[in-house]
């Protein structure tokens, strides 16, 4: 696997047009700023949008049941692929990279939008400074079909969190799947962070539930705007783990760790993907604090 990174405050790329591209729903501006700049360097572009109650896509229109994809996108997959990860959720992102996979494509790029700012609670900033208003209706931890495994209290797993803001959603978990073991759970946080200060909020946010959990596999770090750095933490983990022992990972950190959990997750079927289905707030984030696009090249 290998991920070449581009990171400017402006959209100067290397390349600077694609065959196809990929978006999803766009929620704040840095949606809509990336949606204009997919137009205006894709010769086609096609919306996918999943909805995880039904198991099944909204692509340009048409619906296609999740286990049609890869024979759907089939057709289309020709020439060169850009992915728009700041619009697309993680189930996009992960189900359109296995489609590909399939489809025996190797080379594709990622865009991906850094916010420079989000929205925080709206009640007094002193009270609430670290909480954030991200999120609306979550659905829970429901399987992703093709990505689910079994947990069970009869077989020994190791699971990772990648973690953000947001510890609800770890605590959601710890809750919806008591067959856990905490002793055997990772919590991965971004760091560094899109900005400097900003991991401190999600060691905040975080600590209180892992103490309460009494989580202690242990802790890890990876950029939090840098996908390889997230794959190349899972491939630490899974090494130790042993051979009677089973592998989750719940990608609930920023999208970035989400892009190199969807990439591991792709070429390694045996692991388990944990996701809980937020709906993200309209206007959630505000400003753009740097464009990225990865290039990947799965060897």
Not at 39 to 64: H, L, P, Q, R
Not at 88 to 108: D, H, Q
Not at 251 to 273: C, D, E, M
Not at 280 to 298: A, H, M, Q, V
Request: some cysteine; proline content about 4%.
């Amino acid at each position: 696997m290998t991920i070449q990174m581009e990171h400017d405050d402006s959209p100067v790329f290397s390349r600077n047009q694609w065959d196809l591209a990929f978006v999803g729903d766009h929620l704040d501006d840095r949606g809509t700023e990336a949606a204009k700049y997919v137009n205006s360097v894709a010769k086609s572009v096609m919306k996918i949008v999943y909805s995880a109650n039904e198991f099944e896509f909204i692509i340009d229109g048409n619906t296609v049941s999740i286990d049609d994809l890869p024979k759907h996108l089939s057709q289309y997959i020709n020439g060169s692929i850009l992915l728009e990860a700041t619009t697309m959720g993680f189930v996009e992102i992960l189900t359109v990279l296995n489609a590909l996979k399939i489809a025996g494509s190797t080379s594709f790029s990622i865009l991906y939008l850094e916010p420079g700012g989000y929205k925080r609670k709206s009640k007094s900033l002193v009270m609430h400074r670290r909480e954030f208003d991200l999120s609306g209706e979550v659905l829970g931890y429901k399987a992703i079909p093709g990505f689910s495994k079994i947990l069970s209290d009869e077989i020994d797993q190791q699971v990772v969190f990648f973690v953000g803001f947001e510890s609800s959603r770890l605590d959601r978990a710890m809750e919806d799947y008591q067959m856990i073991n905490p002793k055997q759970c990772v919590v991965v946080f971004g760091v560094p962070a899109f900005k400097s200060g900003w991991e401190i909020d999600s060691f905040a946010n975080n600590i209180g539930t892992m103490n309460d959990r009494k989580i202690s596999g242990g802790i890890h770090y990876c950029g939090a705007n840098n996908p390889l750095s997230a794959y190349v933490a899972l491939e630490e983990i899974k090494s130790g783990i042993q051979k009677n022992e089973s592998m989750f990972v719940a990608p609930i950190g920023t999208k970035p760790t989400s892009i190199g959990t969807a990439l591991f997750a792709i070429n390694n079927p045996n692991i388990g993907v944990l996701y809980d289905h937020p709906t993200k707030d309209r206007g959630r984030t505000k400003e753009i604090l740097s464009w990225n696009l990865y290039n990947i090249e799965i060897n």
